[in-house]
């Protein structure tokens, strides 16, 4: 157990030698780190909202835009299905919270029935098993039958909306280069985001807020809107407004006939005609087919961009466009045509969210936290080397040398994986170096225990550390499941507090059975050699 291979020995210092070069970056400001060897890592913690200081939003997820975005695609569906069933029906549309559906003749509703239930998707997994249906399809008599949302659909899907909307959130602020933002789901329907280091948050509500669905749909080739508004819309159109002019507007067709769900690509341009910013953009392979052959059977005729319902463009398709790319142009400015291609790319956003709540947070909070966990971990380290010293003497210095080697290693871990810093995160950092001296003490009481048992100096100390690891790694595994549940069922803070207790544990383990059991080992074989007679200065 004390017996140290020359591989081992070198696979040890080499670790710490590591640990210490990837932290020591945490102890430099910027310039310094701008003259330091370019071979070297320069990676830095970055530090929380807490700690720097920034802005924090709570946005609320618009439900019923989702409930009517749903029932719009049940509705679709339905006369899809009843078509390719050759079904006649007389209307097809959205009353209330309902689909309904009136047949030509009411003798087919059973038929009906039928084929709209295949519209209904079960709820739950194959892991887990199903917990109900996503639809509820009702025959009202006299050839009207409903299709309705069901309540665990519902909840379901402003569920899954909300997950979709974080990782889109995400994406966008990944493309503004705010790396270091938290962004985390808060109740069902509420996703809570942070943005340390950041004071001015118009761009990023600019941003995050707008839904950015893009839509391309046919321009109806005869009635204006105008004329639309005098009379009636056409059957199958919808008026959307333009972006710029809400005075102008377009009769278009209400289906688009490509989405952005289609969207490959999307990046700020220049027009080679005029030099103005545009957005290029590219289509994944069912996109390009559906607005090739779009634009090979409407050349001469128009066709609109929409951007969460409203007309960006409305050029007139000159050539076939079989390749899937083209451009958006409008009144864009540099800035705003890169915003606006930050927010194709990652996607659309399920449905419009709403700040509910906006703070800002000042560095001078974070400069006050950091100067009292400054204070207090001085304080306690002292302490920590005081009494350790105090009570084993010179096992008791191996101890705290292994203490500073275990807080360099999370350092260095929480530095590679880019781990913000929190004061939950510094809590978890203060609570692994309890467990590190905890480990010690437990090795060096199993010693005095094995000597007073009458045990050599030799025999007491190997004793002492094979059998107090068992111990050691027994509660260690019991808090490293408390950790991964945490992770696993917390959010934020609580994250960030059970990722630095698990590294925490794994350096504490390190430090306290490995770097303390090789620096005692070395003492034991310096001390055989100068003397027969042993003292164990425990």
């Given amino acids: 157990m004390l017996y140290f291979a020359r591989w081992k020995i070198l696979a040890i210092v080499a670790t710490i030698l590591a640990g210490f070069v990837v932290s020591l970056p945490n102890f430099l400001s910027k310039e310094q780190l701008a003259a330091w060897p370019s071979f070297l890592p320069k990676w830095q913690m970055p530090l929380g909202l807490d700690l720097r200081g920034g802005a924090h939003m709570l946005l609320a997820m618009d439900t019923n835009e989702l409930r009517a975005d749903w029932l719009t695609a049940v509705r679709d569906d339905a006369r899809k299905q009843l078509r390719d069933a050759k079904i006649g029906f007389s209307a097809v549309g959205v009353q209330g919270d309902v689909v309904q559906v009136r047949l030509v003749k009411p003798e087919d509703a059973e038929k009906a029935l039928t084929e709209l239930k295949k519209l209904i998707q079960p709820l739950g997994n194959a892991l887990f098993g199903t917990s109900g249906s996503d639809l509820e399809v009702a025959d009202q008599g006299g050839g009207t039958l409903t299709v309705k949302p069901s309540a665990a659909g519902l909840t379901q899907r402003i569920s899954n909306a909300t997950g979709a909307a974080i990782e889109t959130i995400n994406r966008r602020v990944n493309g503004l280069g705010v790396s270091e933002s938290t962004v985390v789901r808060q109740g069902a329907d509420r996703i809570l985001i942070q943005f340390p280091g950041v004071n001015d948050t118009t761009q990023l509500k600019g941003i995050i807020g707008q839904t950015a669905k893009l839509t391309f749909h046919a321009v109806h080739p005869t009635v204006t809107a105008e004329e639309a508004k005098a009379t009636r819309v056409p059957l199958g159109y919808k008026v959307y407004p333009d972006v710029d002019d809400p005075q102008r507007a377009y009769v278009l067709q209400d289906s688009p006939v490509v989405s952005g769900e289609d969207l490959v690509d999307a990046n700020q341009a220049f027009d080679d ?171 060096y009481e199993r010693i005095r225990e094995e000597l007073r048992a009458g045990k050599s100096a030799i025999a007491a100390i190997d004793a002492g550390f094979t059998r107090a690891v068992v111990t050691i790694i027994d509660s260690q595994l019991t808090t490293l499941a408390a950790a991964v549940i945490m992770f696993w069922l917390g959010s934020g803070p609580i994250r960030g507090f059970a990722v630095t207790l698990a590294l925490g544990i794994l350096t504490s383990v390190f430090a306290a059975v490995t770097v303390t059991r090789l620096l005692v080992a070395m003492w034991l074989k310096n001390a055989k050699n100068k003397s027969r007679t042993l003292q164990v200065p425990v």
């Fill in 273 to 443: 005609r005029d030099g103005q910013p545009v957005i290029s953009f590219r289509f994944n392979l069912s996109g390009a087919r559906k607005f090739g052959k779009f634009t090979t059977e409407n050349i001469g005729a128009p066709f609109a961009i929409l951007l969460d319902n409203k007309v960006l463009s409305a050029p007139v398709i000159q050539t076939a466009i079989p390749s899937g790319t083209g451009q958006i142009s409008g009144n864009f400015t540099v800035e705003s045509a890169n915003n606006l291609a930050i927010q194709l790319r990652s996607g659309s956003l399920p449905a419009k969210l709403t700040i509910v709540e906006e703070r800002t947070v000042g560095p001078s909070l974070g400069a006050d936290s950091i100067e009292s966990g400054k204070l207090a971990g001085l304080v306690g380290a002292i302490a920590t080397v005081a009494l350790t010293v105090l009570a084993y003497g010179t096992f008791g210095v191996y101890a705290v040398i292994g203490l500073l080697v275990h807080a360099v290693l999370i350092m260095a871990l929480m530095t590679l994986i880019g781990t913000t810093l929190t004061l939950p995160g510094i809590a978890g950092f203060i609570l692994t170096i309890a467990m590190a001296v905890d480990a010690n003490v437990l090795i």
